[in-house]
C-alpha cells in the first residue's frame, strides 16, 4: 500500500504551488538537475522549496509522524536515510548558493494554511535572509 503514494502532486504541494501561483510567484518543479529534486525552485529568488511529508520525512513533534507497529526495524531504517538523506541535499544545495525552504505537511492540510504561506513568502522576498526556512506552526491536535 505504501508503494503507491506519490512523491509528486501530492494534495500539500498542490495546496502550496496554486496559492504562490495565484500570489505571482513563479517557479519550477522538480529539477533534476538539482540535489534532491525540490518540489519548487525559484530562480528569480535564488531559493528552492521541499514539501515534506510529515511521515516520510519525520515532522518532530507531528502526530502524522508515527511509526508503523509492523516491522518497526525496517521503518527506522528507512526514515533514519530519509533524514540523512534530506540534510545532505540541503547542505549541497546551500554550498551552491540556493537559499533553502521546507514546510511541512501537517501546515499546509492541518493547521493554519495561510500563516504558513505568508511566511514563506515573506521569506522569498526577502533575498537578504540566507537562513533556512522552516515552517514552524505549533502542533496541536
Known amino acids: 500500500m505504501m508503494a503507491r503514494i506519490g512523491s509528486k502532486d501530492t494534495k ?3 495546496v502550496l504551488r496554486k ?3 495565484a500570489m505571482g510567484f513563479r517557479y519550477q518543479l522538480h529539477r533534476a538537475d538539482l540535489p ?3 518540489d519548487l525552485v525559484f530562480p528569480k529568488h535564488q531559493a528552492v522549496c521541499f514539501v515534506h511529508g510529515c ?3 519525520r515532522h518532530t513533534g507531528c502526530d502524522f509522524a508515527s511509526v508503523p ?6 521503518w527506522r531504517i528507512k526514515f533514519k536515510k530519509n533524514t540523512e538523506r534530506d540534510r545532505r541535499n540541503i547542505s549541497e544545495l ?5 537559499r533553502t525552504a521546507v514546510v511541512w505537511e501537517c501546515h499546509l492540510v492541518k493547521h493554519n494554511t495561510n500563516e504558513t504561506i505568508e511566511s514563506l513568502t515573506s521569506w522569498l522576498i526577502d533575498r537578504a535572509d540566507t537562513r533556512p526556512f522552516e515552517s514552524h506552526i505549533q502542533n496541536t491536535k
Open 12 to 14: 500539500p504541494e498542490l
Open 19 to 21: 496559492t504562490l501561483h
Open 69 to 74: 507497529k509492523t516491522r518497526p526495524d525496517f
Open 36 to 38: 534532491g529534486k525540490p
Open 55 to 57: 511521515f516520510w520525512h
Open 94 to 98: 546551500q554550498s551552491k548558493g540556493w
